[in-house]
């Protein structure tokens, strides 16, 4: 993924000329307008990072002025230059020159929206009292005049001593005017007169300067108040958070599955084709079974990534997901996270690696790690196939009352302990690890407005880029190493072996094997024997792989679930004689997959996202500490009650 | 702003904290009790003395609630509006 971005035209040409253009910070509050300009100025080649400690995204680009160019860096959005946080001490440290390998800017282009003027000229007060060369941007310029209102642009020029350039960002209006301002602005000055710096007296000059540039508009926005009249509806917008989230949900689910099976298939013919074309032996194997199989569950996160962060953004961008969080927040609340962290938590249920993605959308750090570490817990989607297998084979199909069935109510049932737990290990986390608010919570609703396609894209590329460039490495190591864990050292098969279980033999001699033996006696208080702990081991590359190598091990046609089912029912322990998966057995393995973080995406996903190894070592040891528990009480209880 | 001091003192009994106000009511606001980094972003997001705020609406469950001011609409928790104190408006 490095080449790509090295050998994109821009990439190099970037970096070449990067040190003589001047550099430009664009700073401004959410829902600015900001990313919009900055798509519009640097034509989407921007250049996506990590600010070093934070999660945080660093974009860069160009923008061109004739001959002239200048690089511009694109700040995260704040209401203030005080940091309370982290992540949003990055913008003062950007602006102090603080970050190692970034020059301080040398100009700012502070973005405002000219509805709001009133609220972010507290804003622009801070950045000018930086006193550093800058100009500032009026955005959506077009709306405040469909409501009535304007602003005098040359008047506020001359109030704040910086040039100011109305532009309507998403139609490219006044970009060519603002273009040819950033040309200049090596000749731009600092403001010579800074506003005052207490909260108090900078409202008091934001008053003054407002009376005498801006005539107000006579209506608010007509658009934006008729939808919220639906959307904020008590009944009403209850009724369409509801709706909205289950075709949300849905749609990640039922568009995403079938994209999904086509590259699992497209992986799968790649493989063949790979072991047709070279001979047969280790190469063959590691191309085809190791690197390609490898890449191939990297990618297949791409379509749900993809598709959940177009929803994401879409619903974002237009000003829904603000509403959406207004309505679910008093319920988040109770387990002492936030309205926005409902996306990331239901996003989880189809699968935790895009789930944990979404959490970015948690502005405060406190909450977006709790959302990060409980999202494992949300029933996944790769689940569903061990659950199926395990339900269909040991689950009676029976009708209990009112027409439910059996088997729906034990996968009901294991959906329910998911979210019960994660819910639970929210607010014991909210509590003992991560306590305290920290940061005020706080929720702009914006106008409603068509997002920008531009603008999505680019969100939408950010994400993806940064999952195949972050998780994806480790994705396709950690891939790489369980292949050679399942089928090293080879081991001479012998002669007399029936060819069906020729693999069985392979597998019980190689490295997994070997620890499925090895940690027979640890997981043996849980109702499992080795078979089911070589099943874990491989489970980790994702859970569905349990079912496969289940299926090796019993020697069955990993297609034919009929034939595992009836493996599985039969299989009885050499020794006693007894069933290897009795009822107590199944429940325990049930509930254990229910709780453990069987799953290296989610911990190279969740390493990512929180940029450190502490928090992922901590779900996977706590987790697994959580089903270990678990599955020994309820292998001990169901053992009592079946005997 | 000048007429908010001349009537401070006078109304000071009728001061309320901003999460008292009904739905659809007015107020001005006095001053932001917390300190520290809380009171500190409340008052850059506009609630600094003198400035009028209006309760929209609350959520289907009570809370938070959307508070108009300052050309923008800021949804908060009762948590962080109890430490904005407003002074009524009819």
Not at chain 1, 91 to 108: F, H, M, Q, T
Not at chain 1, 240 to 261: E, N, S
Request: aromatic share 6%; proline share 6%.
């Amino acid at each position: 993924m490095a080449e790509a971005t090295a050998a994109s035209p821009g990439g190099a040409d970037a970096l070449e000329s990067g040190a003589t253009a001047p550099l430009l910070g664009l700073i401004g509050s959410p829902n600015s307008g900001k990313t919009t300009l900055f798509n519009a100025l640097t034509g989407l080649r921007a250049r996506v990072g990590n600010y070093p400690g934070v999660t945080v995204e660093r974009r860069e680009g160009f923008a061109t002025v004739g001959d002239a160019r200048v690089r511009i860096l694109d700040l995260p959005g704040t209401y203030s230059l005080t940091p309370i946080s982290a992540d949003e001490a990055v913008v003062s440290d950007v602006l102090a020159g603080e970050i190692e390998g970034l020059d301080a800017p040398d100009g700012l282009v502070i973005v405002a929206d000219a509805n709001s003027l009133d609220r972010s000229l507290l804003f622009v007060a801070q950045a000018l009292r930086l006193g550093r060369p800058a100009c500032l941007v009026l955005t959506m310029m077009d709306e405040l005049r469909a409501r009535g209102g304007d602003i005098d642009c040359e008047r506020l020029a001359n109030a704040l001593g910086i040039p100011v350039i109305p532009v309507v960002g998403h139609r490219g209006l006044g970009l060519d005017a603002l273009r040819k301002r950033l040309a200049e602005s090596p000749d731009w000055e600092a403001p010579s007169i800074l506003p005052p710096e207490s909260a108090e007296e900078r409202a008091g000059w934001a008053r003054s300067v407002l009376e005498s540039v801006r005539s107000e508009p006579s209506e608010g926005n007509r658009r934006t108040e008729a939808i919220d009249r639906i959307v904020l509806h008590p009944l009403l917008g209850s009724l369409l958070f509801v709706v909205v989230m289950t075709t949300f949900f849905q749609l990640i689910f039922t568009v995403a599955a079938p994209l999904m099976d086509a590259i699992d298939a497209g992986v799968g013919a790649l493989a063949g084709f790979a072991r047709e074309v070279l001979p047969a032996g280790f190469a063959a194997d590691l191309l085809a079974d190791g690197v390609i199989a490898g890449v191939g569950s990297v990618v297949i996160f791409l379509p749900q990534i993809v598709l959940l962060f177009t929803l994401l953004y879409f619903l974002e961008d237009s000003g829904y997901m603000a509403r959406a969080a207004f309505v679910i927040d008093r319920v988040m609340a109770r387990v002492g996270l936030e309205g926005r962290a409902f996306v990331a938590l239901l996003s989880s249920y189809a699968c935790a690696v895009p789930g944990i993605m979404a959490a970015r959308t948690v502005p405060s750090p406190r909450h977006r790690l709790v959302t990060i570490l409980v999202a494992p817990l949300m029933t996944c989607s790769a689940r569903l196939p061990v659950y199926a297998i395990l339900i269909a084979a040991f689950v009676p199909v029976q009708t209990v009352a009112l027409g439910l069935g059996l088997q729906g109510l034990v996968l009901l049932t294991l959906y329910l302990a998911g979210t019960l737990s994660a819910l639970l290990l929210a607010a014991l986390l909210r509590r003992f690890v991560a306590p305290g608010e920290g940061m005020p919570f706080y929720l702009e609703l914006p106008p409603y407005r068509v997002p920008p396609i531009k603008l999505v894209a680019s969100q939408v590329w950010g994400a993806a880029s940064a999952f195949l460039k972050r998780a994806g490495t480790i994705i396709l190591a950690a891939s790489i190493i369980l292949w050679v864990l399942l089928n090293f050292p080879k081991t001479e098969v012998p002669a007399d072996t029936p060819p069906e279980r020729a693999a069985a033999v392979a597998l019980e001699q190689s490295a997994a094997g070997r620890l499925g033996h090895a940690v027979e006696p640890l997981i043996a208080p849980l109702g499992f024997d080795w078979k089911i702990g070589v099943g874990l081991v491989a489970s980790l590359a994702a859970r569905e792989v349990i079912v496969a190598t289940l299926a090796q091990i019993y020697a069955t046609a990993e297609e034919d679930e009929i034939s595992l089912r009836e493996a599985l029912q039969q299989d009885r322990d050499p020794r006693t004689g007894e069933l290897v998966f009795d009822l107590a057995t199944v429940a325990s393995l049930l509930v254990f997959f229910v709780f453990a973080l069987q799953c290296v995406s989610t911990l190279a996903v969740m390493r990512r996202e929180t940029a450190s190894l502490r928090w992922p070592a901590f779900s996977f040891v706590s987790l697994l500490a959580i089903a270990y528990g678990a599955s020994f009480v309820t292998y001990r209880v169901v053992h009592a009650l079946t005997t | 702003m000048a007429f908010d001091s001349n009537e401070s003192a006078a109304t000071a009994e009728a001061e309320i904290s901003l999460d008292a106000l009904p739905v659809g009511g007015r107020g001005v606001v006095v001053e932001v009790g917390a300190g520290g980094p809380i009171g500190g972003r409340l008052r850059d997001l506009g609630f600094v003395p003198g400035t009028p705020v209006t309760l929209e609406r609350r959520a289907p469950m009570g809370d938070p609630a959307v508070y108009v001011l300052r050309g923008t609409r800021l949804c908060l928790r009762r948590s962080e509006a109890r430490e904005i104190r407003i002074r009524p408006l009819g």
